[in-house]
């Protein structure tokens, strides 16, 4: 019951900050709509928030806490300041060099992340406005993963909540800077970037007074052969690719869709900026907790307890990623059309993304598991595995981009940017179910019984969703057509039918949510 309080603390927070995300998306969507301009913003953002999930929330977060864990653990309180000392001092050394190199060469950076940029006839200036928006976006990676260092030191002594809350600030200040900002500038999403730029500097001087009053808040120093920082430099090399495989995919989407029509990067991001929400609020949330708590249980050699917590996460998993996946993809459509249909963000703009969110939604539990398993490895400080995993699926996801996408294009069929978008669902249950298996395989994680009946019950409880969102879900054209407090109204009551269908399948099934834990099972499994 600790863990679903923590995790329903993050996910509350995580859920504030998704609904000022899409209320941010609404206002870029009506003020600058989803064309070449857009795109240049989107890339110049993707490239530090790409790079950011990589290593900040990615790598360096998986291969912190553990290390960090271990020290709470075994060590005094005066080591622990000491390894945070040398941490930040190392990180922020190296990301002050790094962020120095990207603004210099920015140029280059673009015609990496989008070739398709380069000599484009019918856009010439979207090349050099991209570059000029990354050498004001990409410090943001800088502020960004100091962050992620701070938080990771709060959410390892239990301090969930001002983590979670500080993604809040990067979409206020998205907001004041198209708002406000904007009007300003002879270029207006200039001013976008501004705002990624003011929002890096916010979160971090944000945490800096919660990691004071517990003692953290240490002057960064600089020390070569620190054996914590060495061991958690050795475990970040490989984890790189074992917990970013999704992002890594993603960039391969945005490398791809600069070569196909102007809006295809856009209609992406709209897309995965709905399927973020349901895996940040619950599977980003859930994987923050058990992070640490699979660390502690690791330093503690509690084998048992550490199996049961990966199953009570799985269990939770199934049961919410089943009707987020559902529910995306019957109302992908209309949800597109009630957020961001107003301005300069057309009907024709919908009809492309909701093909995307659909491919995207497919793969949402999928991408939750990922975030789930992953903790399994990372908790007892084993980079390795999930790197060959990682691999694999990377692989995987650059085939079937080609397998999907190609023959589109020389069909000349619309929507080509959608084949790139069911790639990454696919690759993700590669990476899921290799993830799985490796801790099968290894005797890490033992199901607890009743696993049968658990997905059973999900299955029956999804077809009453299914059902029900299929009866009152109207026509495209029609949600296209109402006004938007009519799209509102429709849509909220389409969603808390279906809600309740699910739920009710569950309760009717034997699901009773409170009482999901493995430590309560019955011999039979049922909970």
């Known amino acids: 019951m600790g863990l679903l309080r923590s995790t329903a603390t993050v996910g509350g927070y995580t859920l504030l900050s ?170 207006p999403v200039m001013a976008l970037a501004w705002g990624v730029f003011i929002a890096g500097a916010a979160q971090l001087a944000f945490q800096l007074p919660f990691l004071a009053r517990m003692g953290m808040l240490r002057m960064p120093r600089w020390r070569r052969g620190h054996e914590g920082v060495e061991r958690i430099m050795r475990l970040m090399l490989p984890a790189i690719f074992g917990s970013s495989v999704a992002q890594i995919n993603l960039l391969f989407d945005t490398i791809i869709a600069s070569f196909l029509v102007a809006g295809s990067v856009s209609w992406l991001y709209y897309s995965d900026r709905l399927v973020e929400f349901p895996l940040g609020v619950f599977g980003i949330a859930l994987a923050t907790v058990i992070l640490p708590n699979l660390s502690e249980k690791h330093a503690r050699a509690s084998a048992r ?19 987020a996946t559902l529910g995306l993809m019957l109302l992908a459509g209309p949800v597109l059309a009630t957020l961001f249909q107003y301005g300069a963000f057309g009907g024709e703009d919908v009809r492309m993304a909701a093909l995307s969110l659909t491919a995207y939604a497919f793969g949402l539990l999928g991408f939750i598991l990922v975030k789930v398993l992953a903790p399994g490895y990372y908790a007892r400080q084993d980079t390795r595995t999930p790197v060959r995993i990682g691999i694999i699926a990377m692989f995987s996801n650059m ?34 179910g290799l993830l799985l298996r490796g801790l099968r395989r290894t005797g890490v994680y033992t199901p607890e019984p009743g696993w049968g009946r658990v997905v059973r019950q999900a299955a029956v409880a999804g077809g009453a969703l299914a059902a029900t969102v299929w009866a009152l879900n109207p026509d495209l054209s029609q949600w296209l057509a109402w006004a938007a407090p009519q799209r509102i109204l429709v849509l909220s009551g389409v969603i808390a039918a279906g809600a309740a269908a699910y739920f009710l399948g569950l309760r009717l099934s034997g699901v009773r949510l409170i009482d999901l834990r493995p430590a309560r099972s019955t011999p039979d499994g049922d909970y």
């Open 399 to 432: 085939v079937l981009n080609l397998a999907f996408v190609v023959p589109l294009v020389w069909l000349g069929v619309t929507g080509t940017h959608a084949g790139l978008a069911l790639a990454t669902a696919v690759a993700a249950f590669i990476n899921a």
């Open 305 to 323: 307890e550490f199996s049961q917590t990966l199953d009570w996460a799985l269990r939770w998993a199934v049961l919410i990623g089943t009707p």
């Open 18 to 187: 998704r609904i000022l995300g899409f209320a941010r998306d609404v206002v870029l969507a009506t003020l600058f709509g989803a064309g070449a301009t857009m795109d240049a913003f989107f890339v110049a953002f993707k490239i530090p928030n790409f790079l950011r999930r990589l290593f900040a929330e990615g790598a360096f977060s998986q291969a912190f806490v553990p290390v960090l864990t271990e020290y709470k653990t075994r060590r005094t309180p005066a080591e622990v300041q000491e390894l945070v000392a040398r941490v930040s001092g190392a990180l922020g050394g190296v990301l002050i060099l790094l962020t120095a190199v990207a603004v210099l060469a920015s140029p280059l950076l673009v015609m990496l992340f989008a070739p398709g940029f380069i000599d484009d006839p019918e856009h010439p200036e979207r090349f050099e406005l991209t570059a000029d928006m990354l050498r004001i976006t990409f410090p943001y990676l800088l502020f960004i993963s100091m962050t992620a260092l701070a938080g990771g030191i709060l959410n390892t002594y239990g301090r969930f909540g001002v983590p979670a809350f500080t993604p809040v600030l990067l979409n206020l200040s998205l907001i004041g800077a198209a708002v406000w900002l904007a009007p300003l500038f002879s270029e």
